[in-house]
C-alpha cells in the first residue's frame, strides 16, 4: 500500500517537473510529408517535401528551448526525421534515426517529436533519417542566444541559410533501389544545388537562381548547410574573402578565408562582408572527391551575390577561383583551422582523464555476389560493402531504443569490438583482397555512464582509400587531433590540442588518415554513429552505442512518448 505521504510527494514531484518544462519557451509546428509537384528543373516529377517545400522549412529557436514537431505522413513510404546535431538530452525517442530510437512513420499515421535543445547555439539542420528521402527532406534549425545574450561577434545587417544540395532527375526510391540491386555505385546526380536551385548556367533554372542582394559597407552572416548526399563540397564567393565564425551548434575563434570545404552533415557560419566594387558575383560550390577513379557529378552550382545601387554590372557575374575536385590538401587545411572559440562566455571543457579508448578502422569492403550476373559492380564476382571495425551494421526489424527499453532479445549483440578484429598496414598500398571479408551484424557498443571516451576513427586503403564524414548522434564531441597515414598511440597523442579543439557532430576522417575525438558519455539513451556519405551508409558503415543509466534520477532515460510510431 502507498501511504498518503509518498503520493503526495510524488504528486509534488510531478508538478516541479511539469512547472521546469513549461518554464522553458516551447515551440509548435506542424510537418505535413507529401509527394509534391516539381516543375523547375526541365523536368516535372514529383518529389517528397515537408509542406510542399523543397528544402524545407527553416525552424527558429533559443538556445535552451523546446521545439515540438507534429510529423504527419501524408506520402505513400515510411518516413523518420533526425534533427541533426541536437543532443536531446535524456530524450532519445525524438531522435529520428529509422531502426535504431523507432520504427518510421508509417504513410497515414503521425508522430509528435519533442525537440529538447540544450547547449547548442548556431546553425543545425533536420533531414529524413530513412532510406534516401533527405536527399529532399531537409531544412535548417537555426538556434539563436538565449535572452540577454549576444553573437560573440557584430550584429549583422541580415542573415541567410544557405542550403547545399543534390538533385536526380529519376525517382530517389529508383536510384536507391538501382544502387543496391547493382552491388556498385549509385548513379551519378545530375547537379548540386543551392538553396533548390543548380544556378542559372543550367537553362531551367536560369530564372529562379537563388540571389542575394547586399549593401555595400554591410555585413551578413550567412549559415551553410552540406546536405549533398554523398560528397564533401568546396565554397567561394567571387573576389571576397569570408570570415568563418562557428559550425556544428557552436562557435569558432573568427579566421578568414578564400573558401570553405564542408562536409554532407556539417554546418558552417561565416560573415559576409559587402566591400567590393559594386557588380554582381557568383557564390558557386563544388566537389571534392579523394577516392581515384570515383564517379561523381563534378558540376559546379552557382547563386548571385547582386549589390544594391545604380550601375551597369558586368555582362556574367564574376566567378572564383575554386580548389580542384582532388585537392585534399585544401580540404584538410581548411578543417584544421577550425579552433572552439575557448573565451570567458564560451568556454571549452576537454575531457582529459580518459577512461574508455577506441579505435575504430572505417572501410570499403566487398560481398560476394550472391548471382554474379546480377553484379554490376566493377569488382567482378563482388558486390560493395562498408564496415566499422571490420563489422557491417544490419538494421534490424524492431528499432534498438524498443529492444533495449523493454528488454527484447535477439534485436542486436553487444560485442562490438573496441579495437580492429584485423590488425594491418590500415593505410598500405596493395592490400589484400581477404582483407576486404567482413562479418554483417546487429551489434552495439554499451558506454557506462559518465564515461570518458577518446575514439580515434582510423582510415583504410582497403580498395580505395577515400574520406569519410563521421556522424555522431545524442552528442558533440572535442576534435582533438588528427593526421595522415596509421595512428601511433605513443606518438600522435603528443600533437593534441586540448586547448581550444572543435566542438562538432560531424567530421570527415581524412582520407588514408586518422581522426580523434573525445567526449563524457552523459546522455543516457542509444545513439546512431555512421558516415554521412549516403552510399557508404547504405553499405554499412554504421553502429550504434547503448550509454546506460546514471544513479540519479535526472541520469536515465525519460519515458517514451505514447504515440510512438509501431513496427
Known sequence: MWSVSKVLVLQFMLLCSLLATEAAVVHRHK?????????????????????????????????????????????????????????????????????????????????SQRIVLSDEEGTLWWHAHSDWSRATVHGALLVYPSKGSQFPFPKPSAEVPIILGEWWKSDISQVLSQFLSSGGDPAVSDAYMINGQPGDRYPCSKNDTFKINVEYGKTYLLRMVNA?????????????????????GSYLKPFKSDYIAISPGQTIDFLLEANQPLNHYYMEAQPYSSAPGAAFNRNTTTAVVEYRGNYTPSSSPLRPTLPVFNDINSSVTFTGK???????????????NVTTNLLYSV????????????????????????????????????????AYHKHINGVYGKQFPDFPPLNF?????????TLRQHDRRTEVKVLEYGSVVELV???????????????????????????????????????????DPPLMNTIAVPRNGWTAIRFVADNPGVWFMHCHFERHASWGMEMTFIVKDGKRSSERVLPPPPDMPKC
Request: with cysteine; proline share 8%; net charge positive.
Open 425 to 433: 598496414d590500415f593505410t598500405g598500398s596493395n592490400l589484400s583482397v
Open 338 to 352: 577550425l579552433r572552439s572559440l575557448a573565451d570567458s562566455k564560451h568556454p571549452v571543457n576537454v575531457p582529459l
Open 457 to 499: 576513427f582510423q582510415g583504410t586503403n582497403l580498395l580505395s582509400g577515400i574520406d569519410h564524414p563521421m556522424h555522431l548522434h545524442g552528442y558533440s564531441f572535442y576534435v582533438v587531433g588528427w593526421g595522415f597515414g596509421n595512428f601511433n598511440r605513443t606518438r600522435d597523442p603528443q600533437t593534441y590540442n586540448l586547448v
Open 228 to 248: 549533398v548526399m554523398n560528397n564533401i563540397m568546396f565554397f567561394s564567393i567571387a573576389n571576397h574573402q569570408i570570415t568563418v565564425v562557428g559550425s556544428d
Open 363 to 402: 572501410s570499403i569492403n566487398t560481398l560476394p555476389c550472391p548471382d554474379n550476373s546480377s553484379c554490376t559492380s566493377p569488382i567482378r564476382g563482388s558486390r560493395f560493402a562498408a564496415s566499422v571495425n571490420n563489422i557491417s551494421f544490419i538494421l534490424p526489424k524492431i528499432d534498438i531504443l524498443q
Open 31 to 111: 510537418f505535413i510529408i507529401e509527394e509534391t509537384p516539381y516543375t523547375k528543373l526541365c523536368s516535372s516529377k514529383k518529389i517528397l517535401t515537408v509542406n510542399g517545400k523543397f528544402p524545407g522549412p527553416v525552424l527558429y529557436a533559443t538556445k535552451g528551448d523546446t521545439v515540438i514537431v507534429d510529423v504527419y505522413n501524408k506520402g505513400s513510404e515510411n518516413i523518420t526525421i533526425h534533427w541533426h546535431g541536437v543532443k536531446q538530452p535524456r530524450n532519445p525517442w525524438s531522435d529520428g534515426p529509422e531502426f535504431i530510437t523507432q520504427c518510421p512513420i508509417r504513410p497515414g499515421t503521425k508522430f
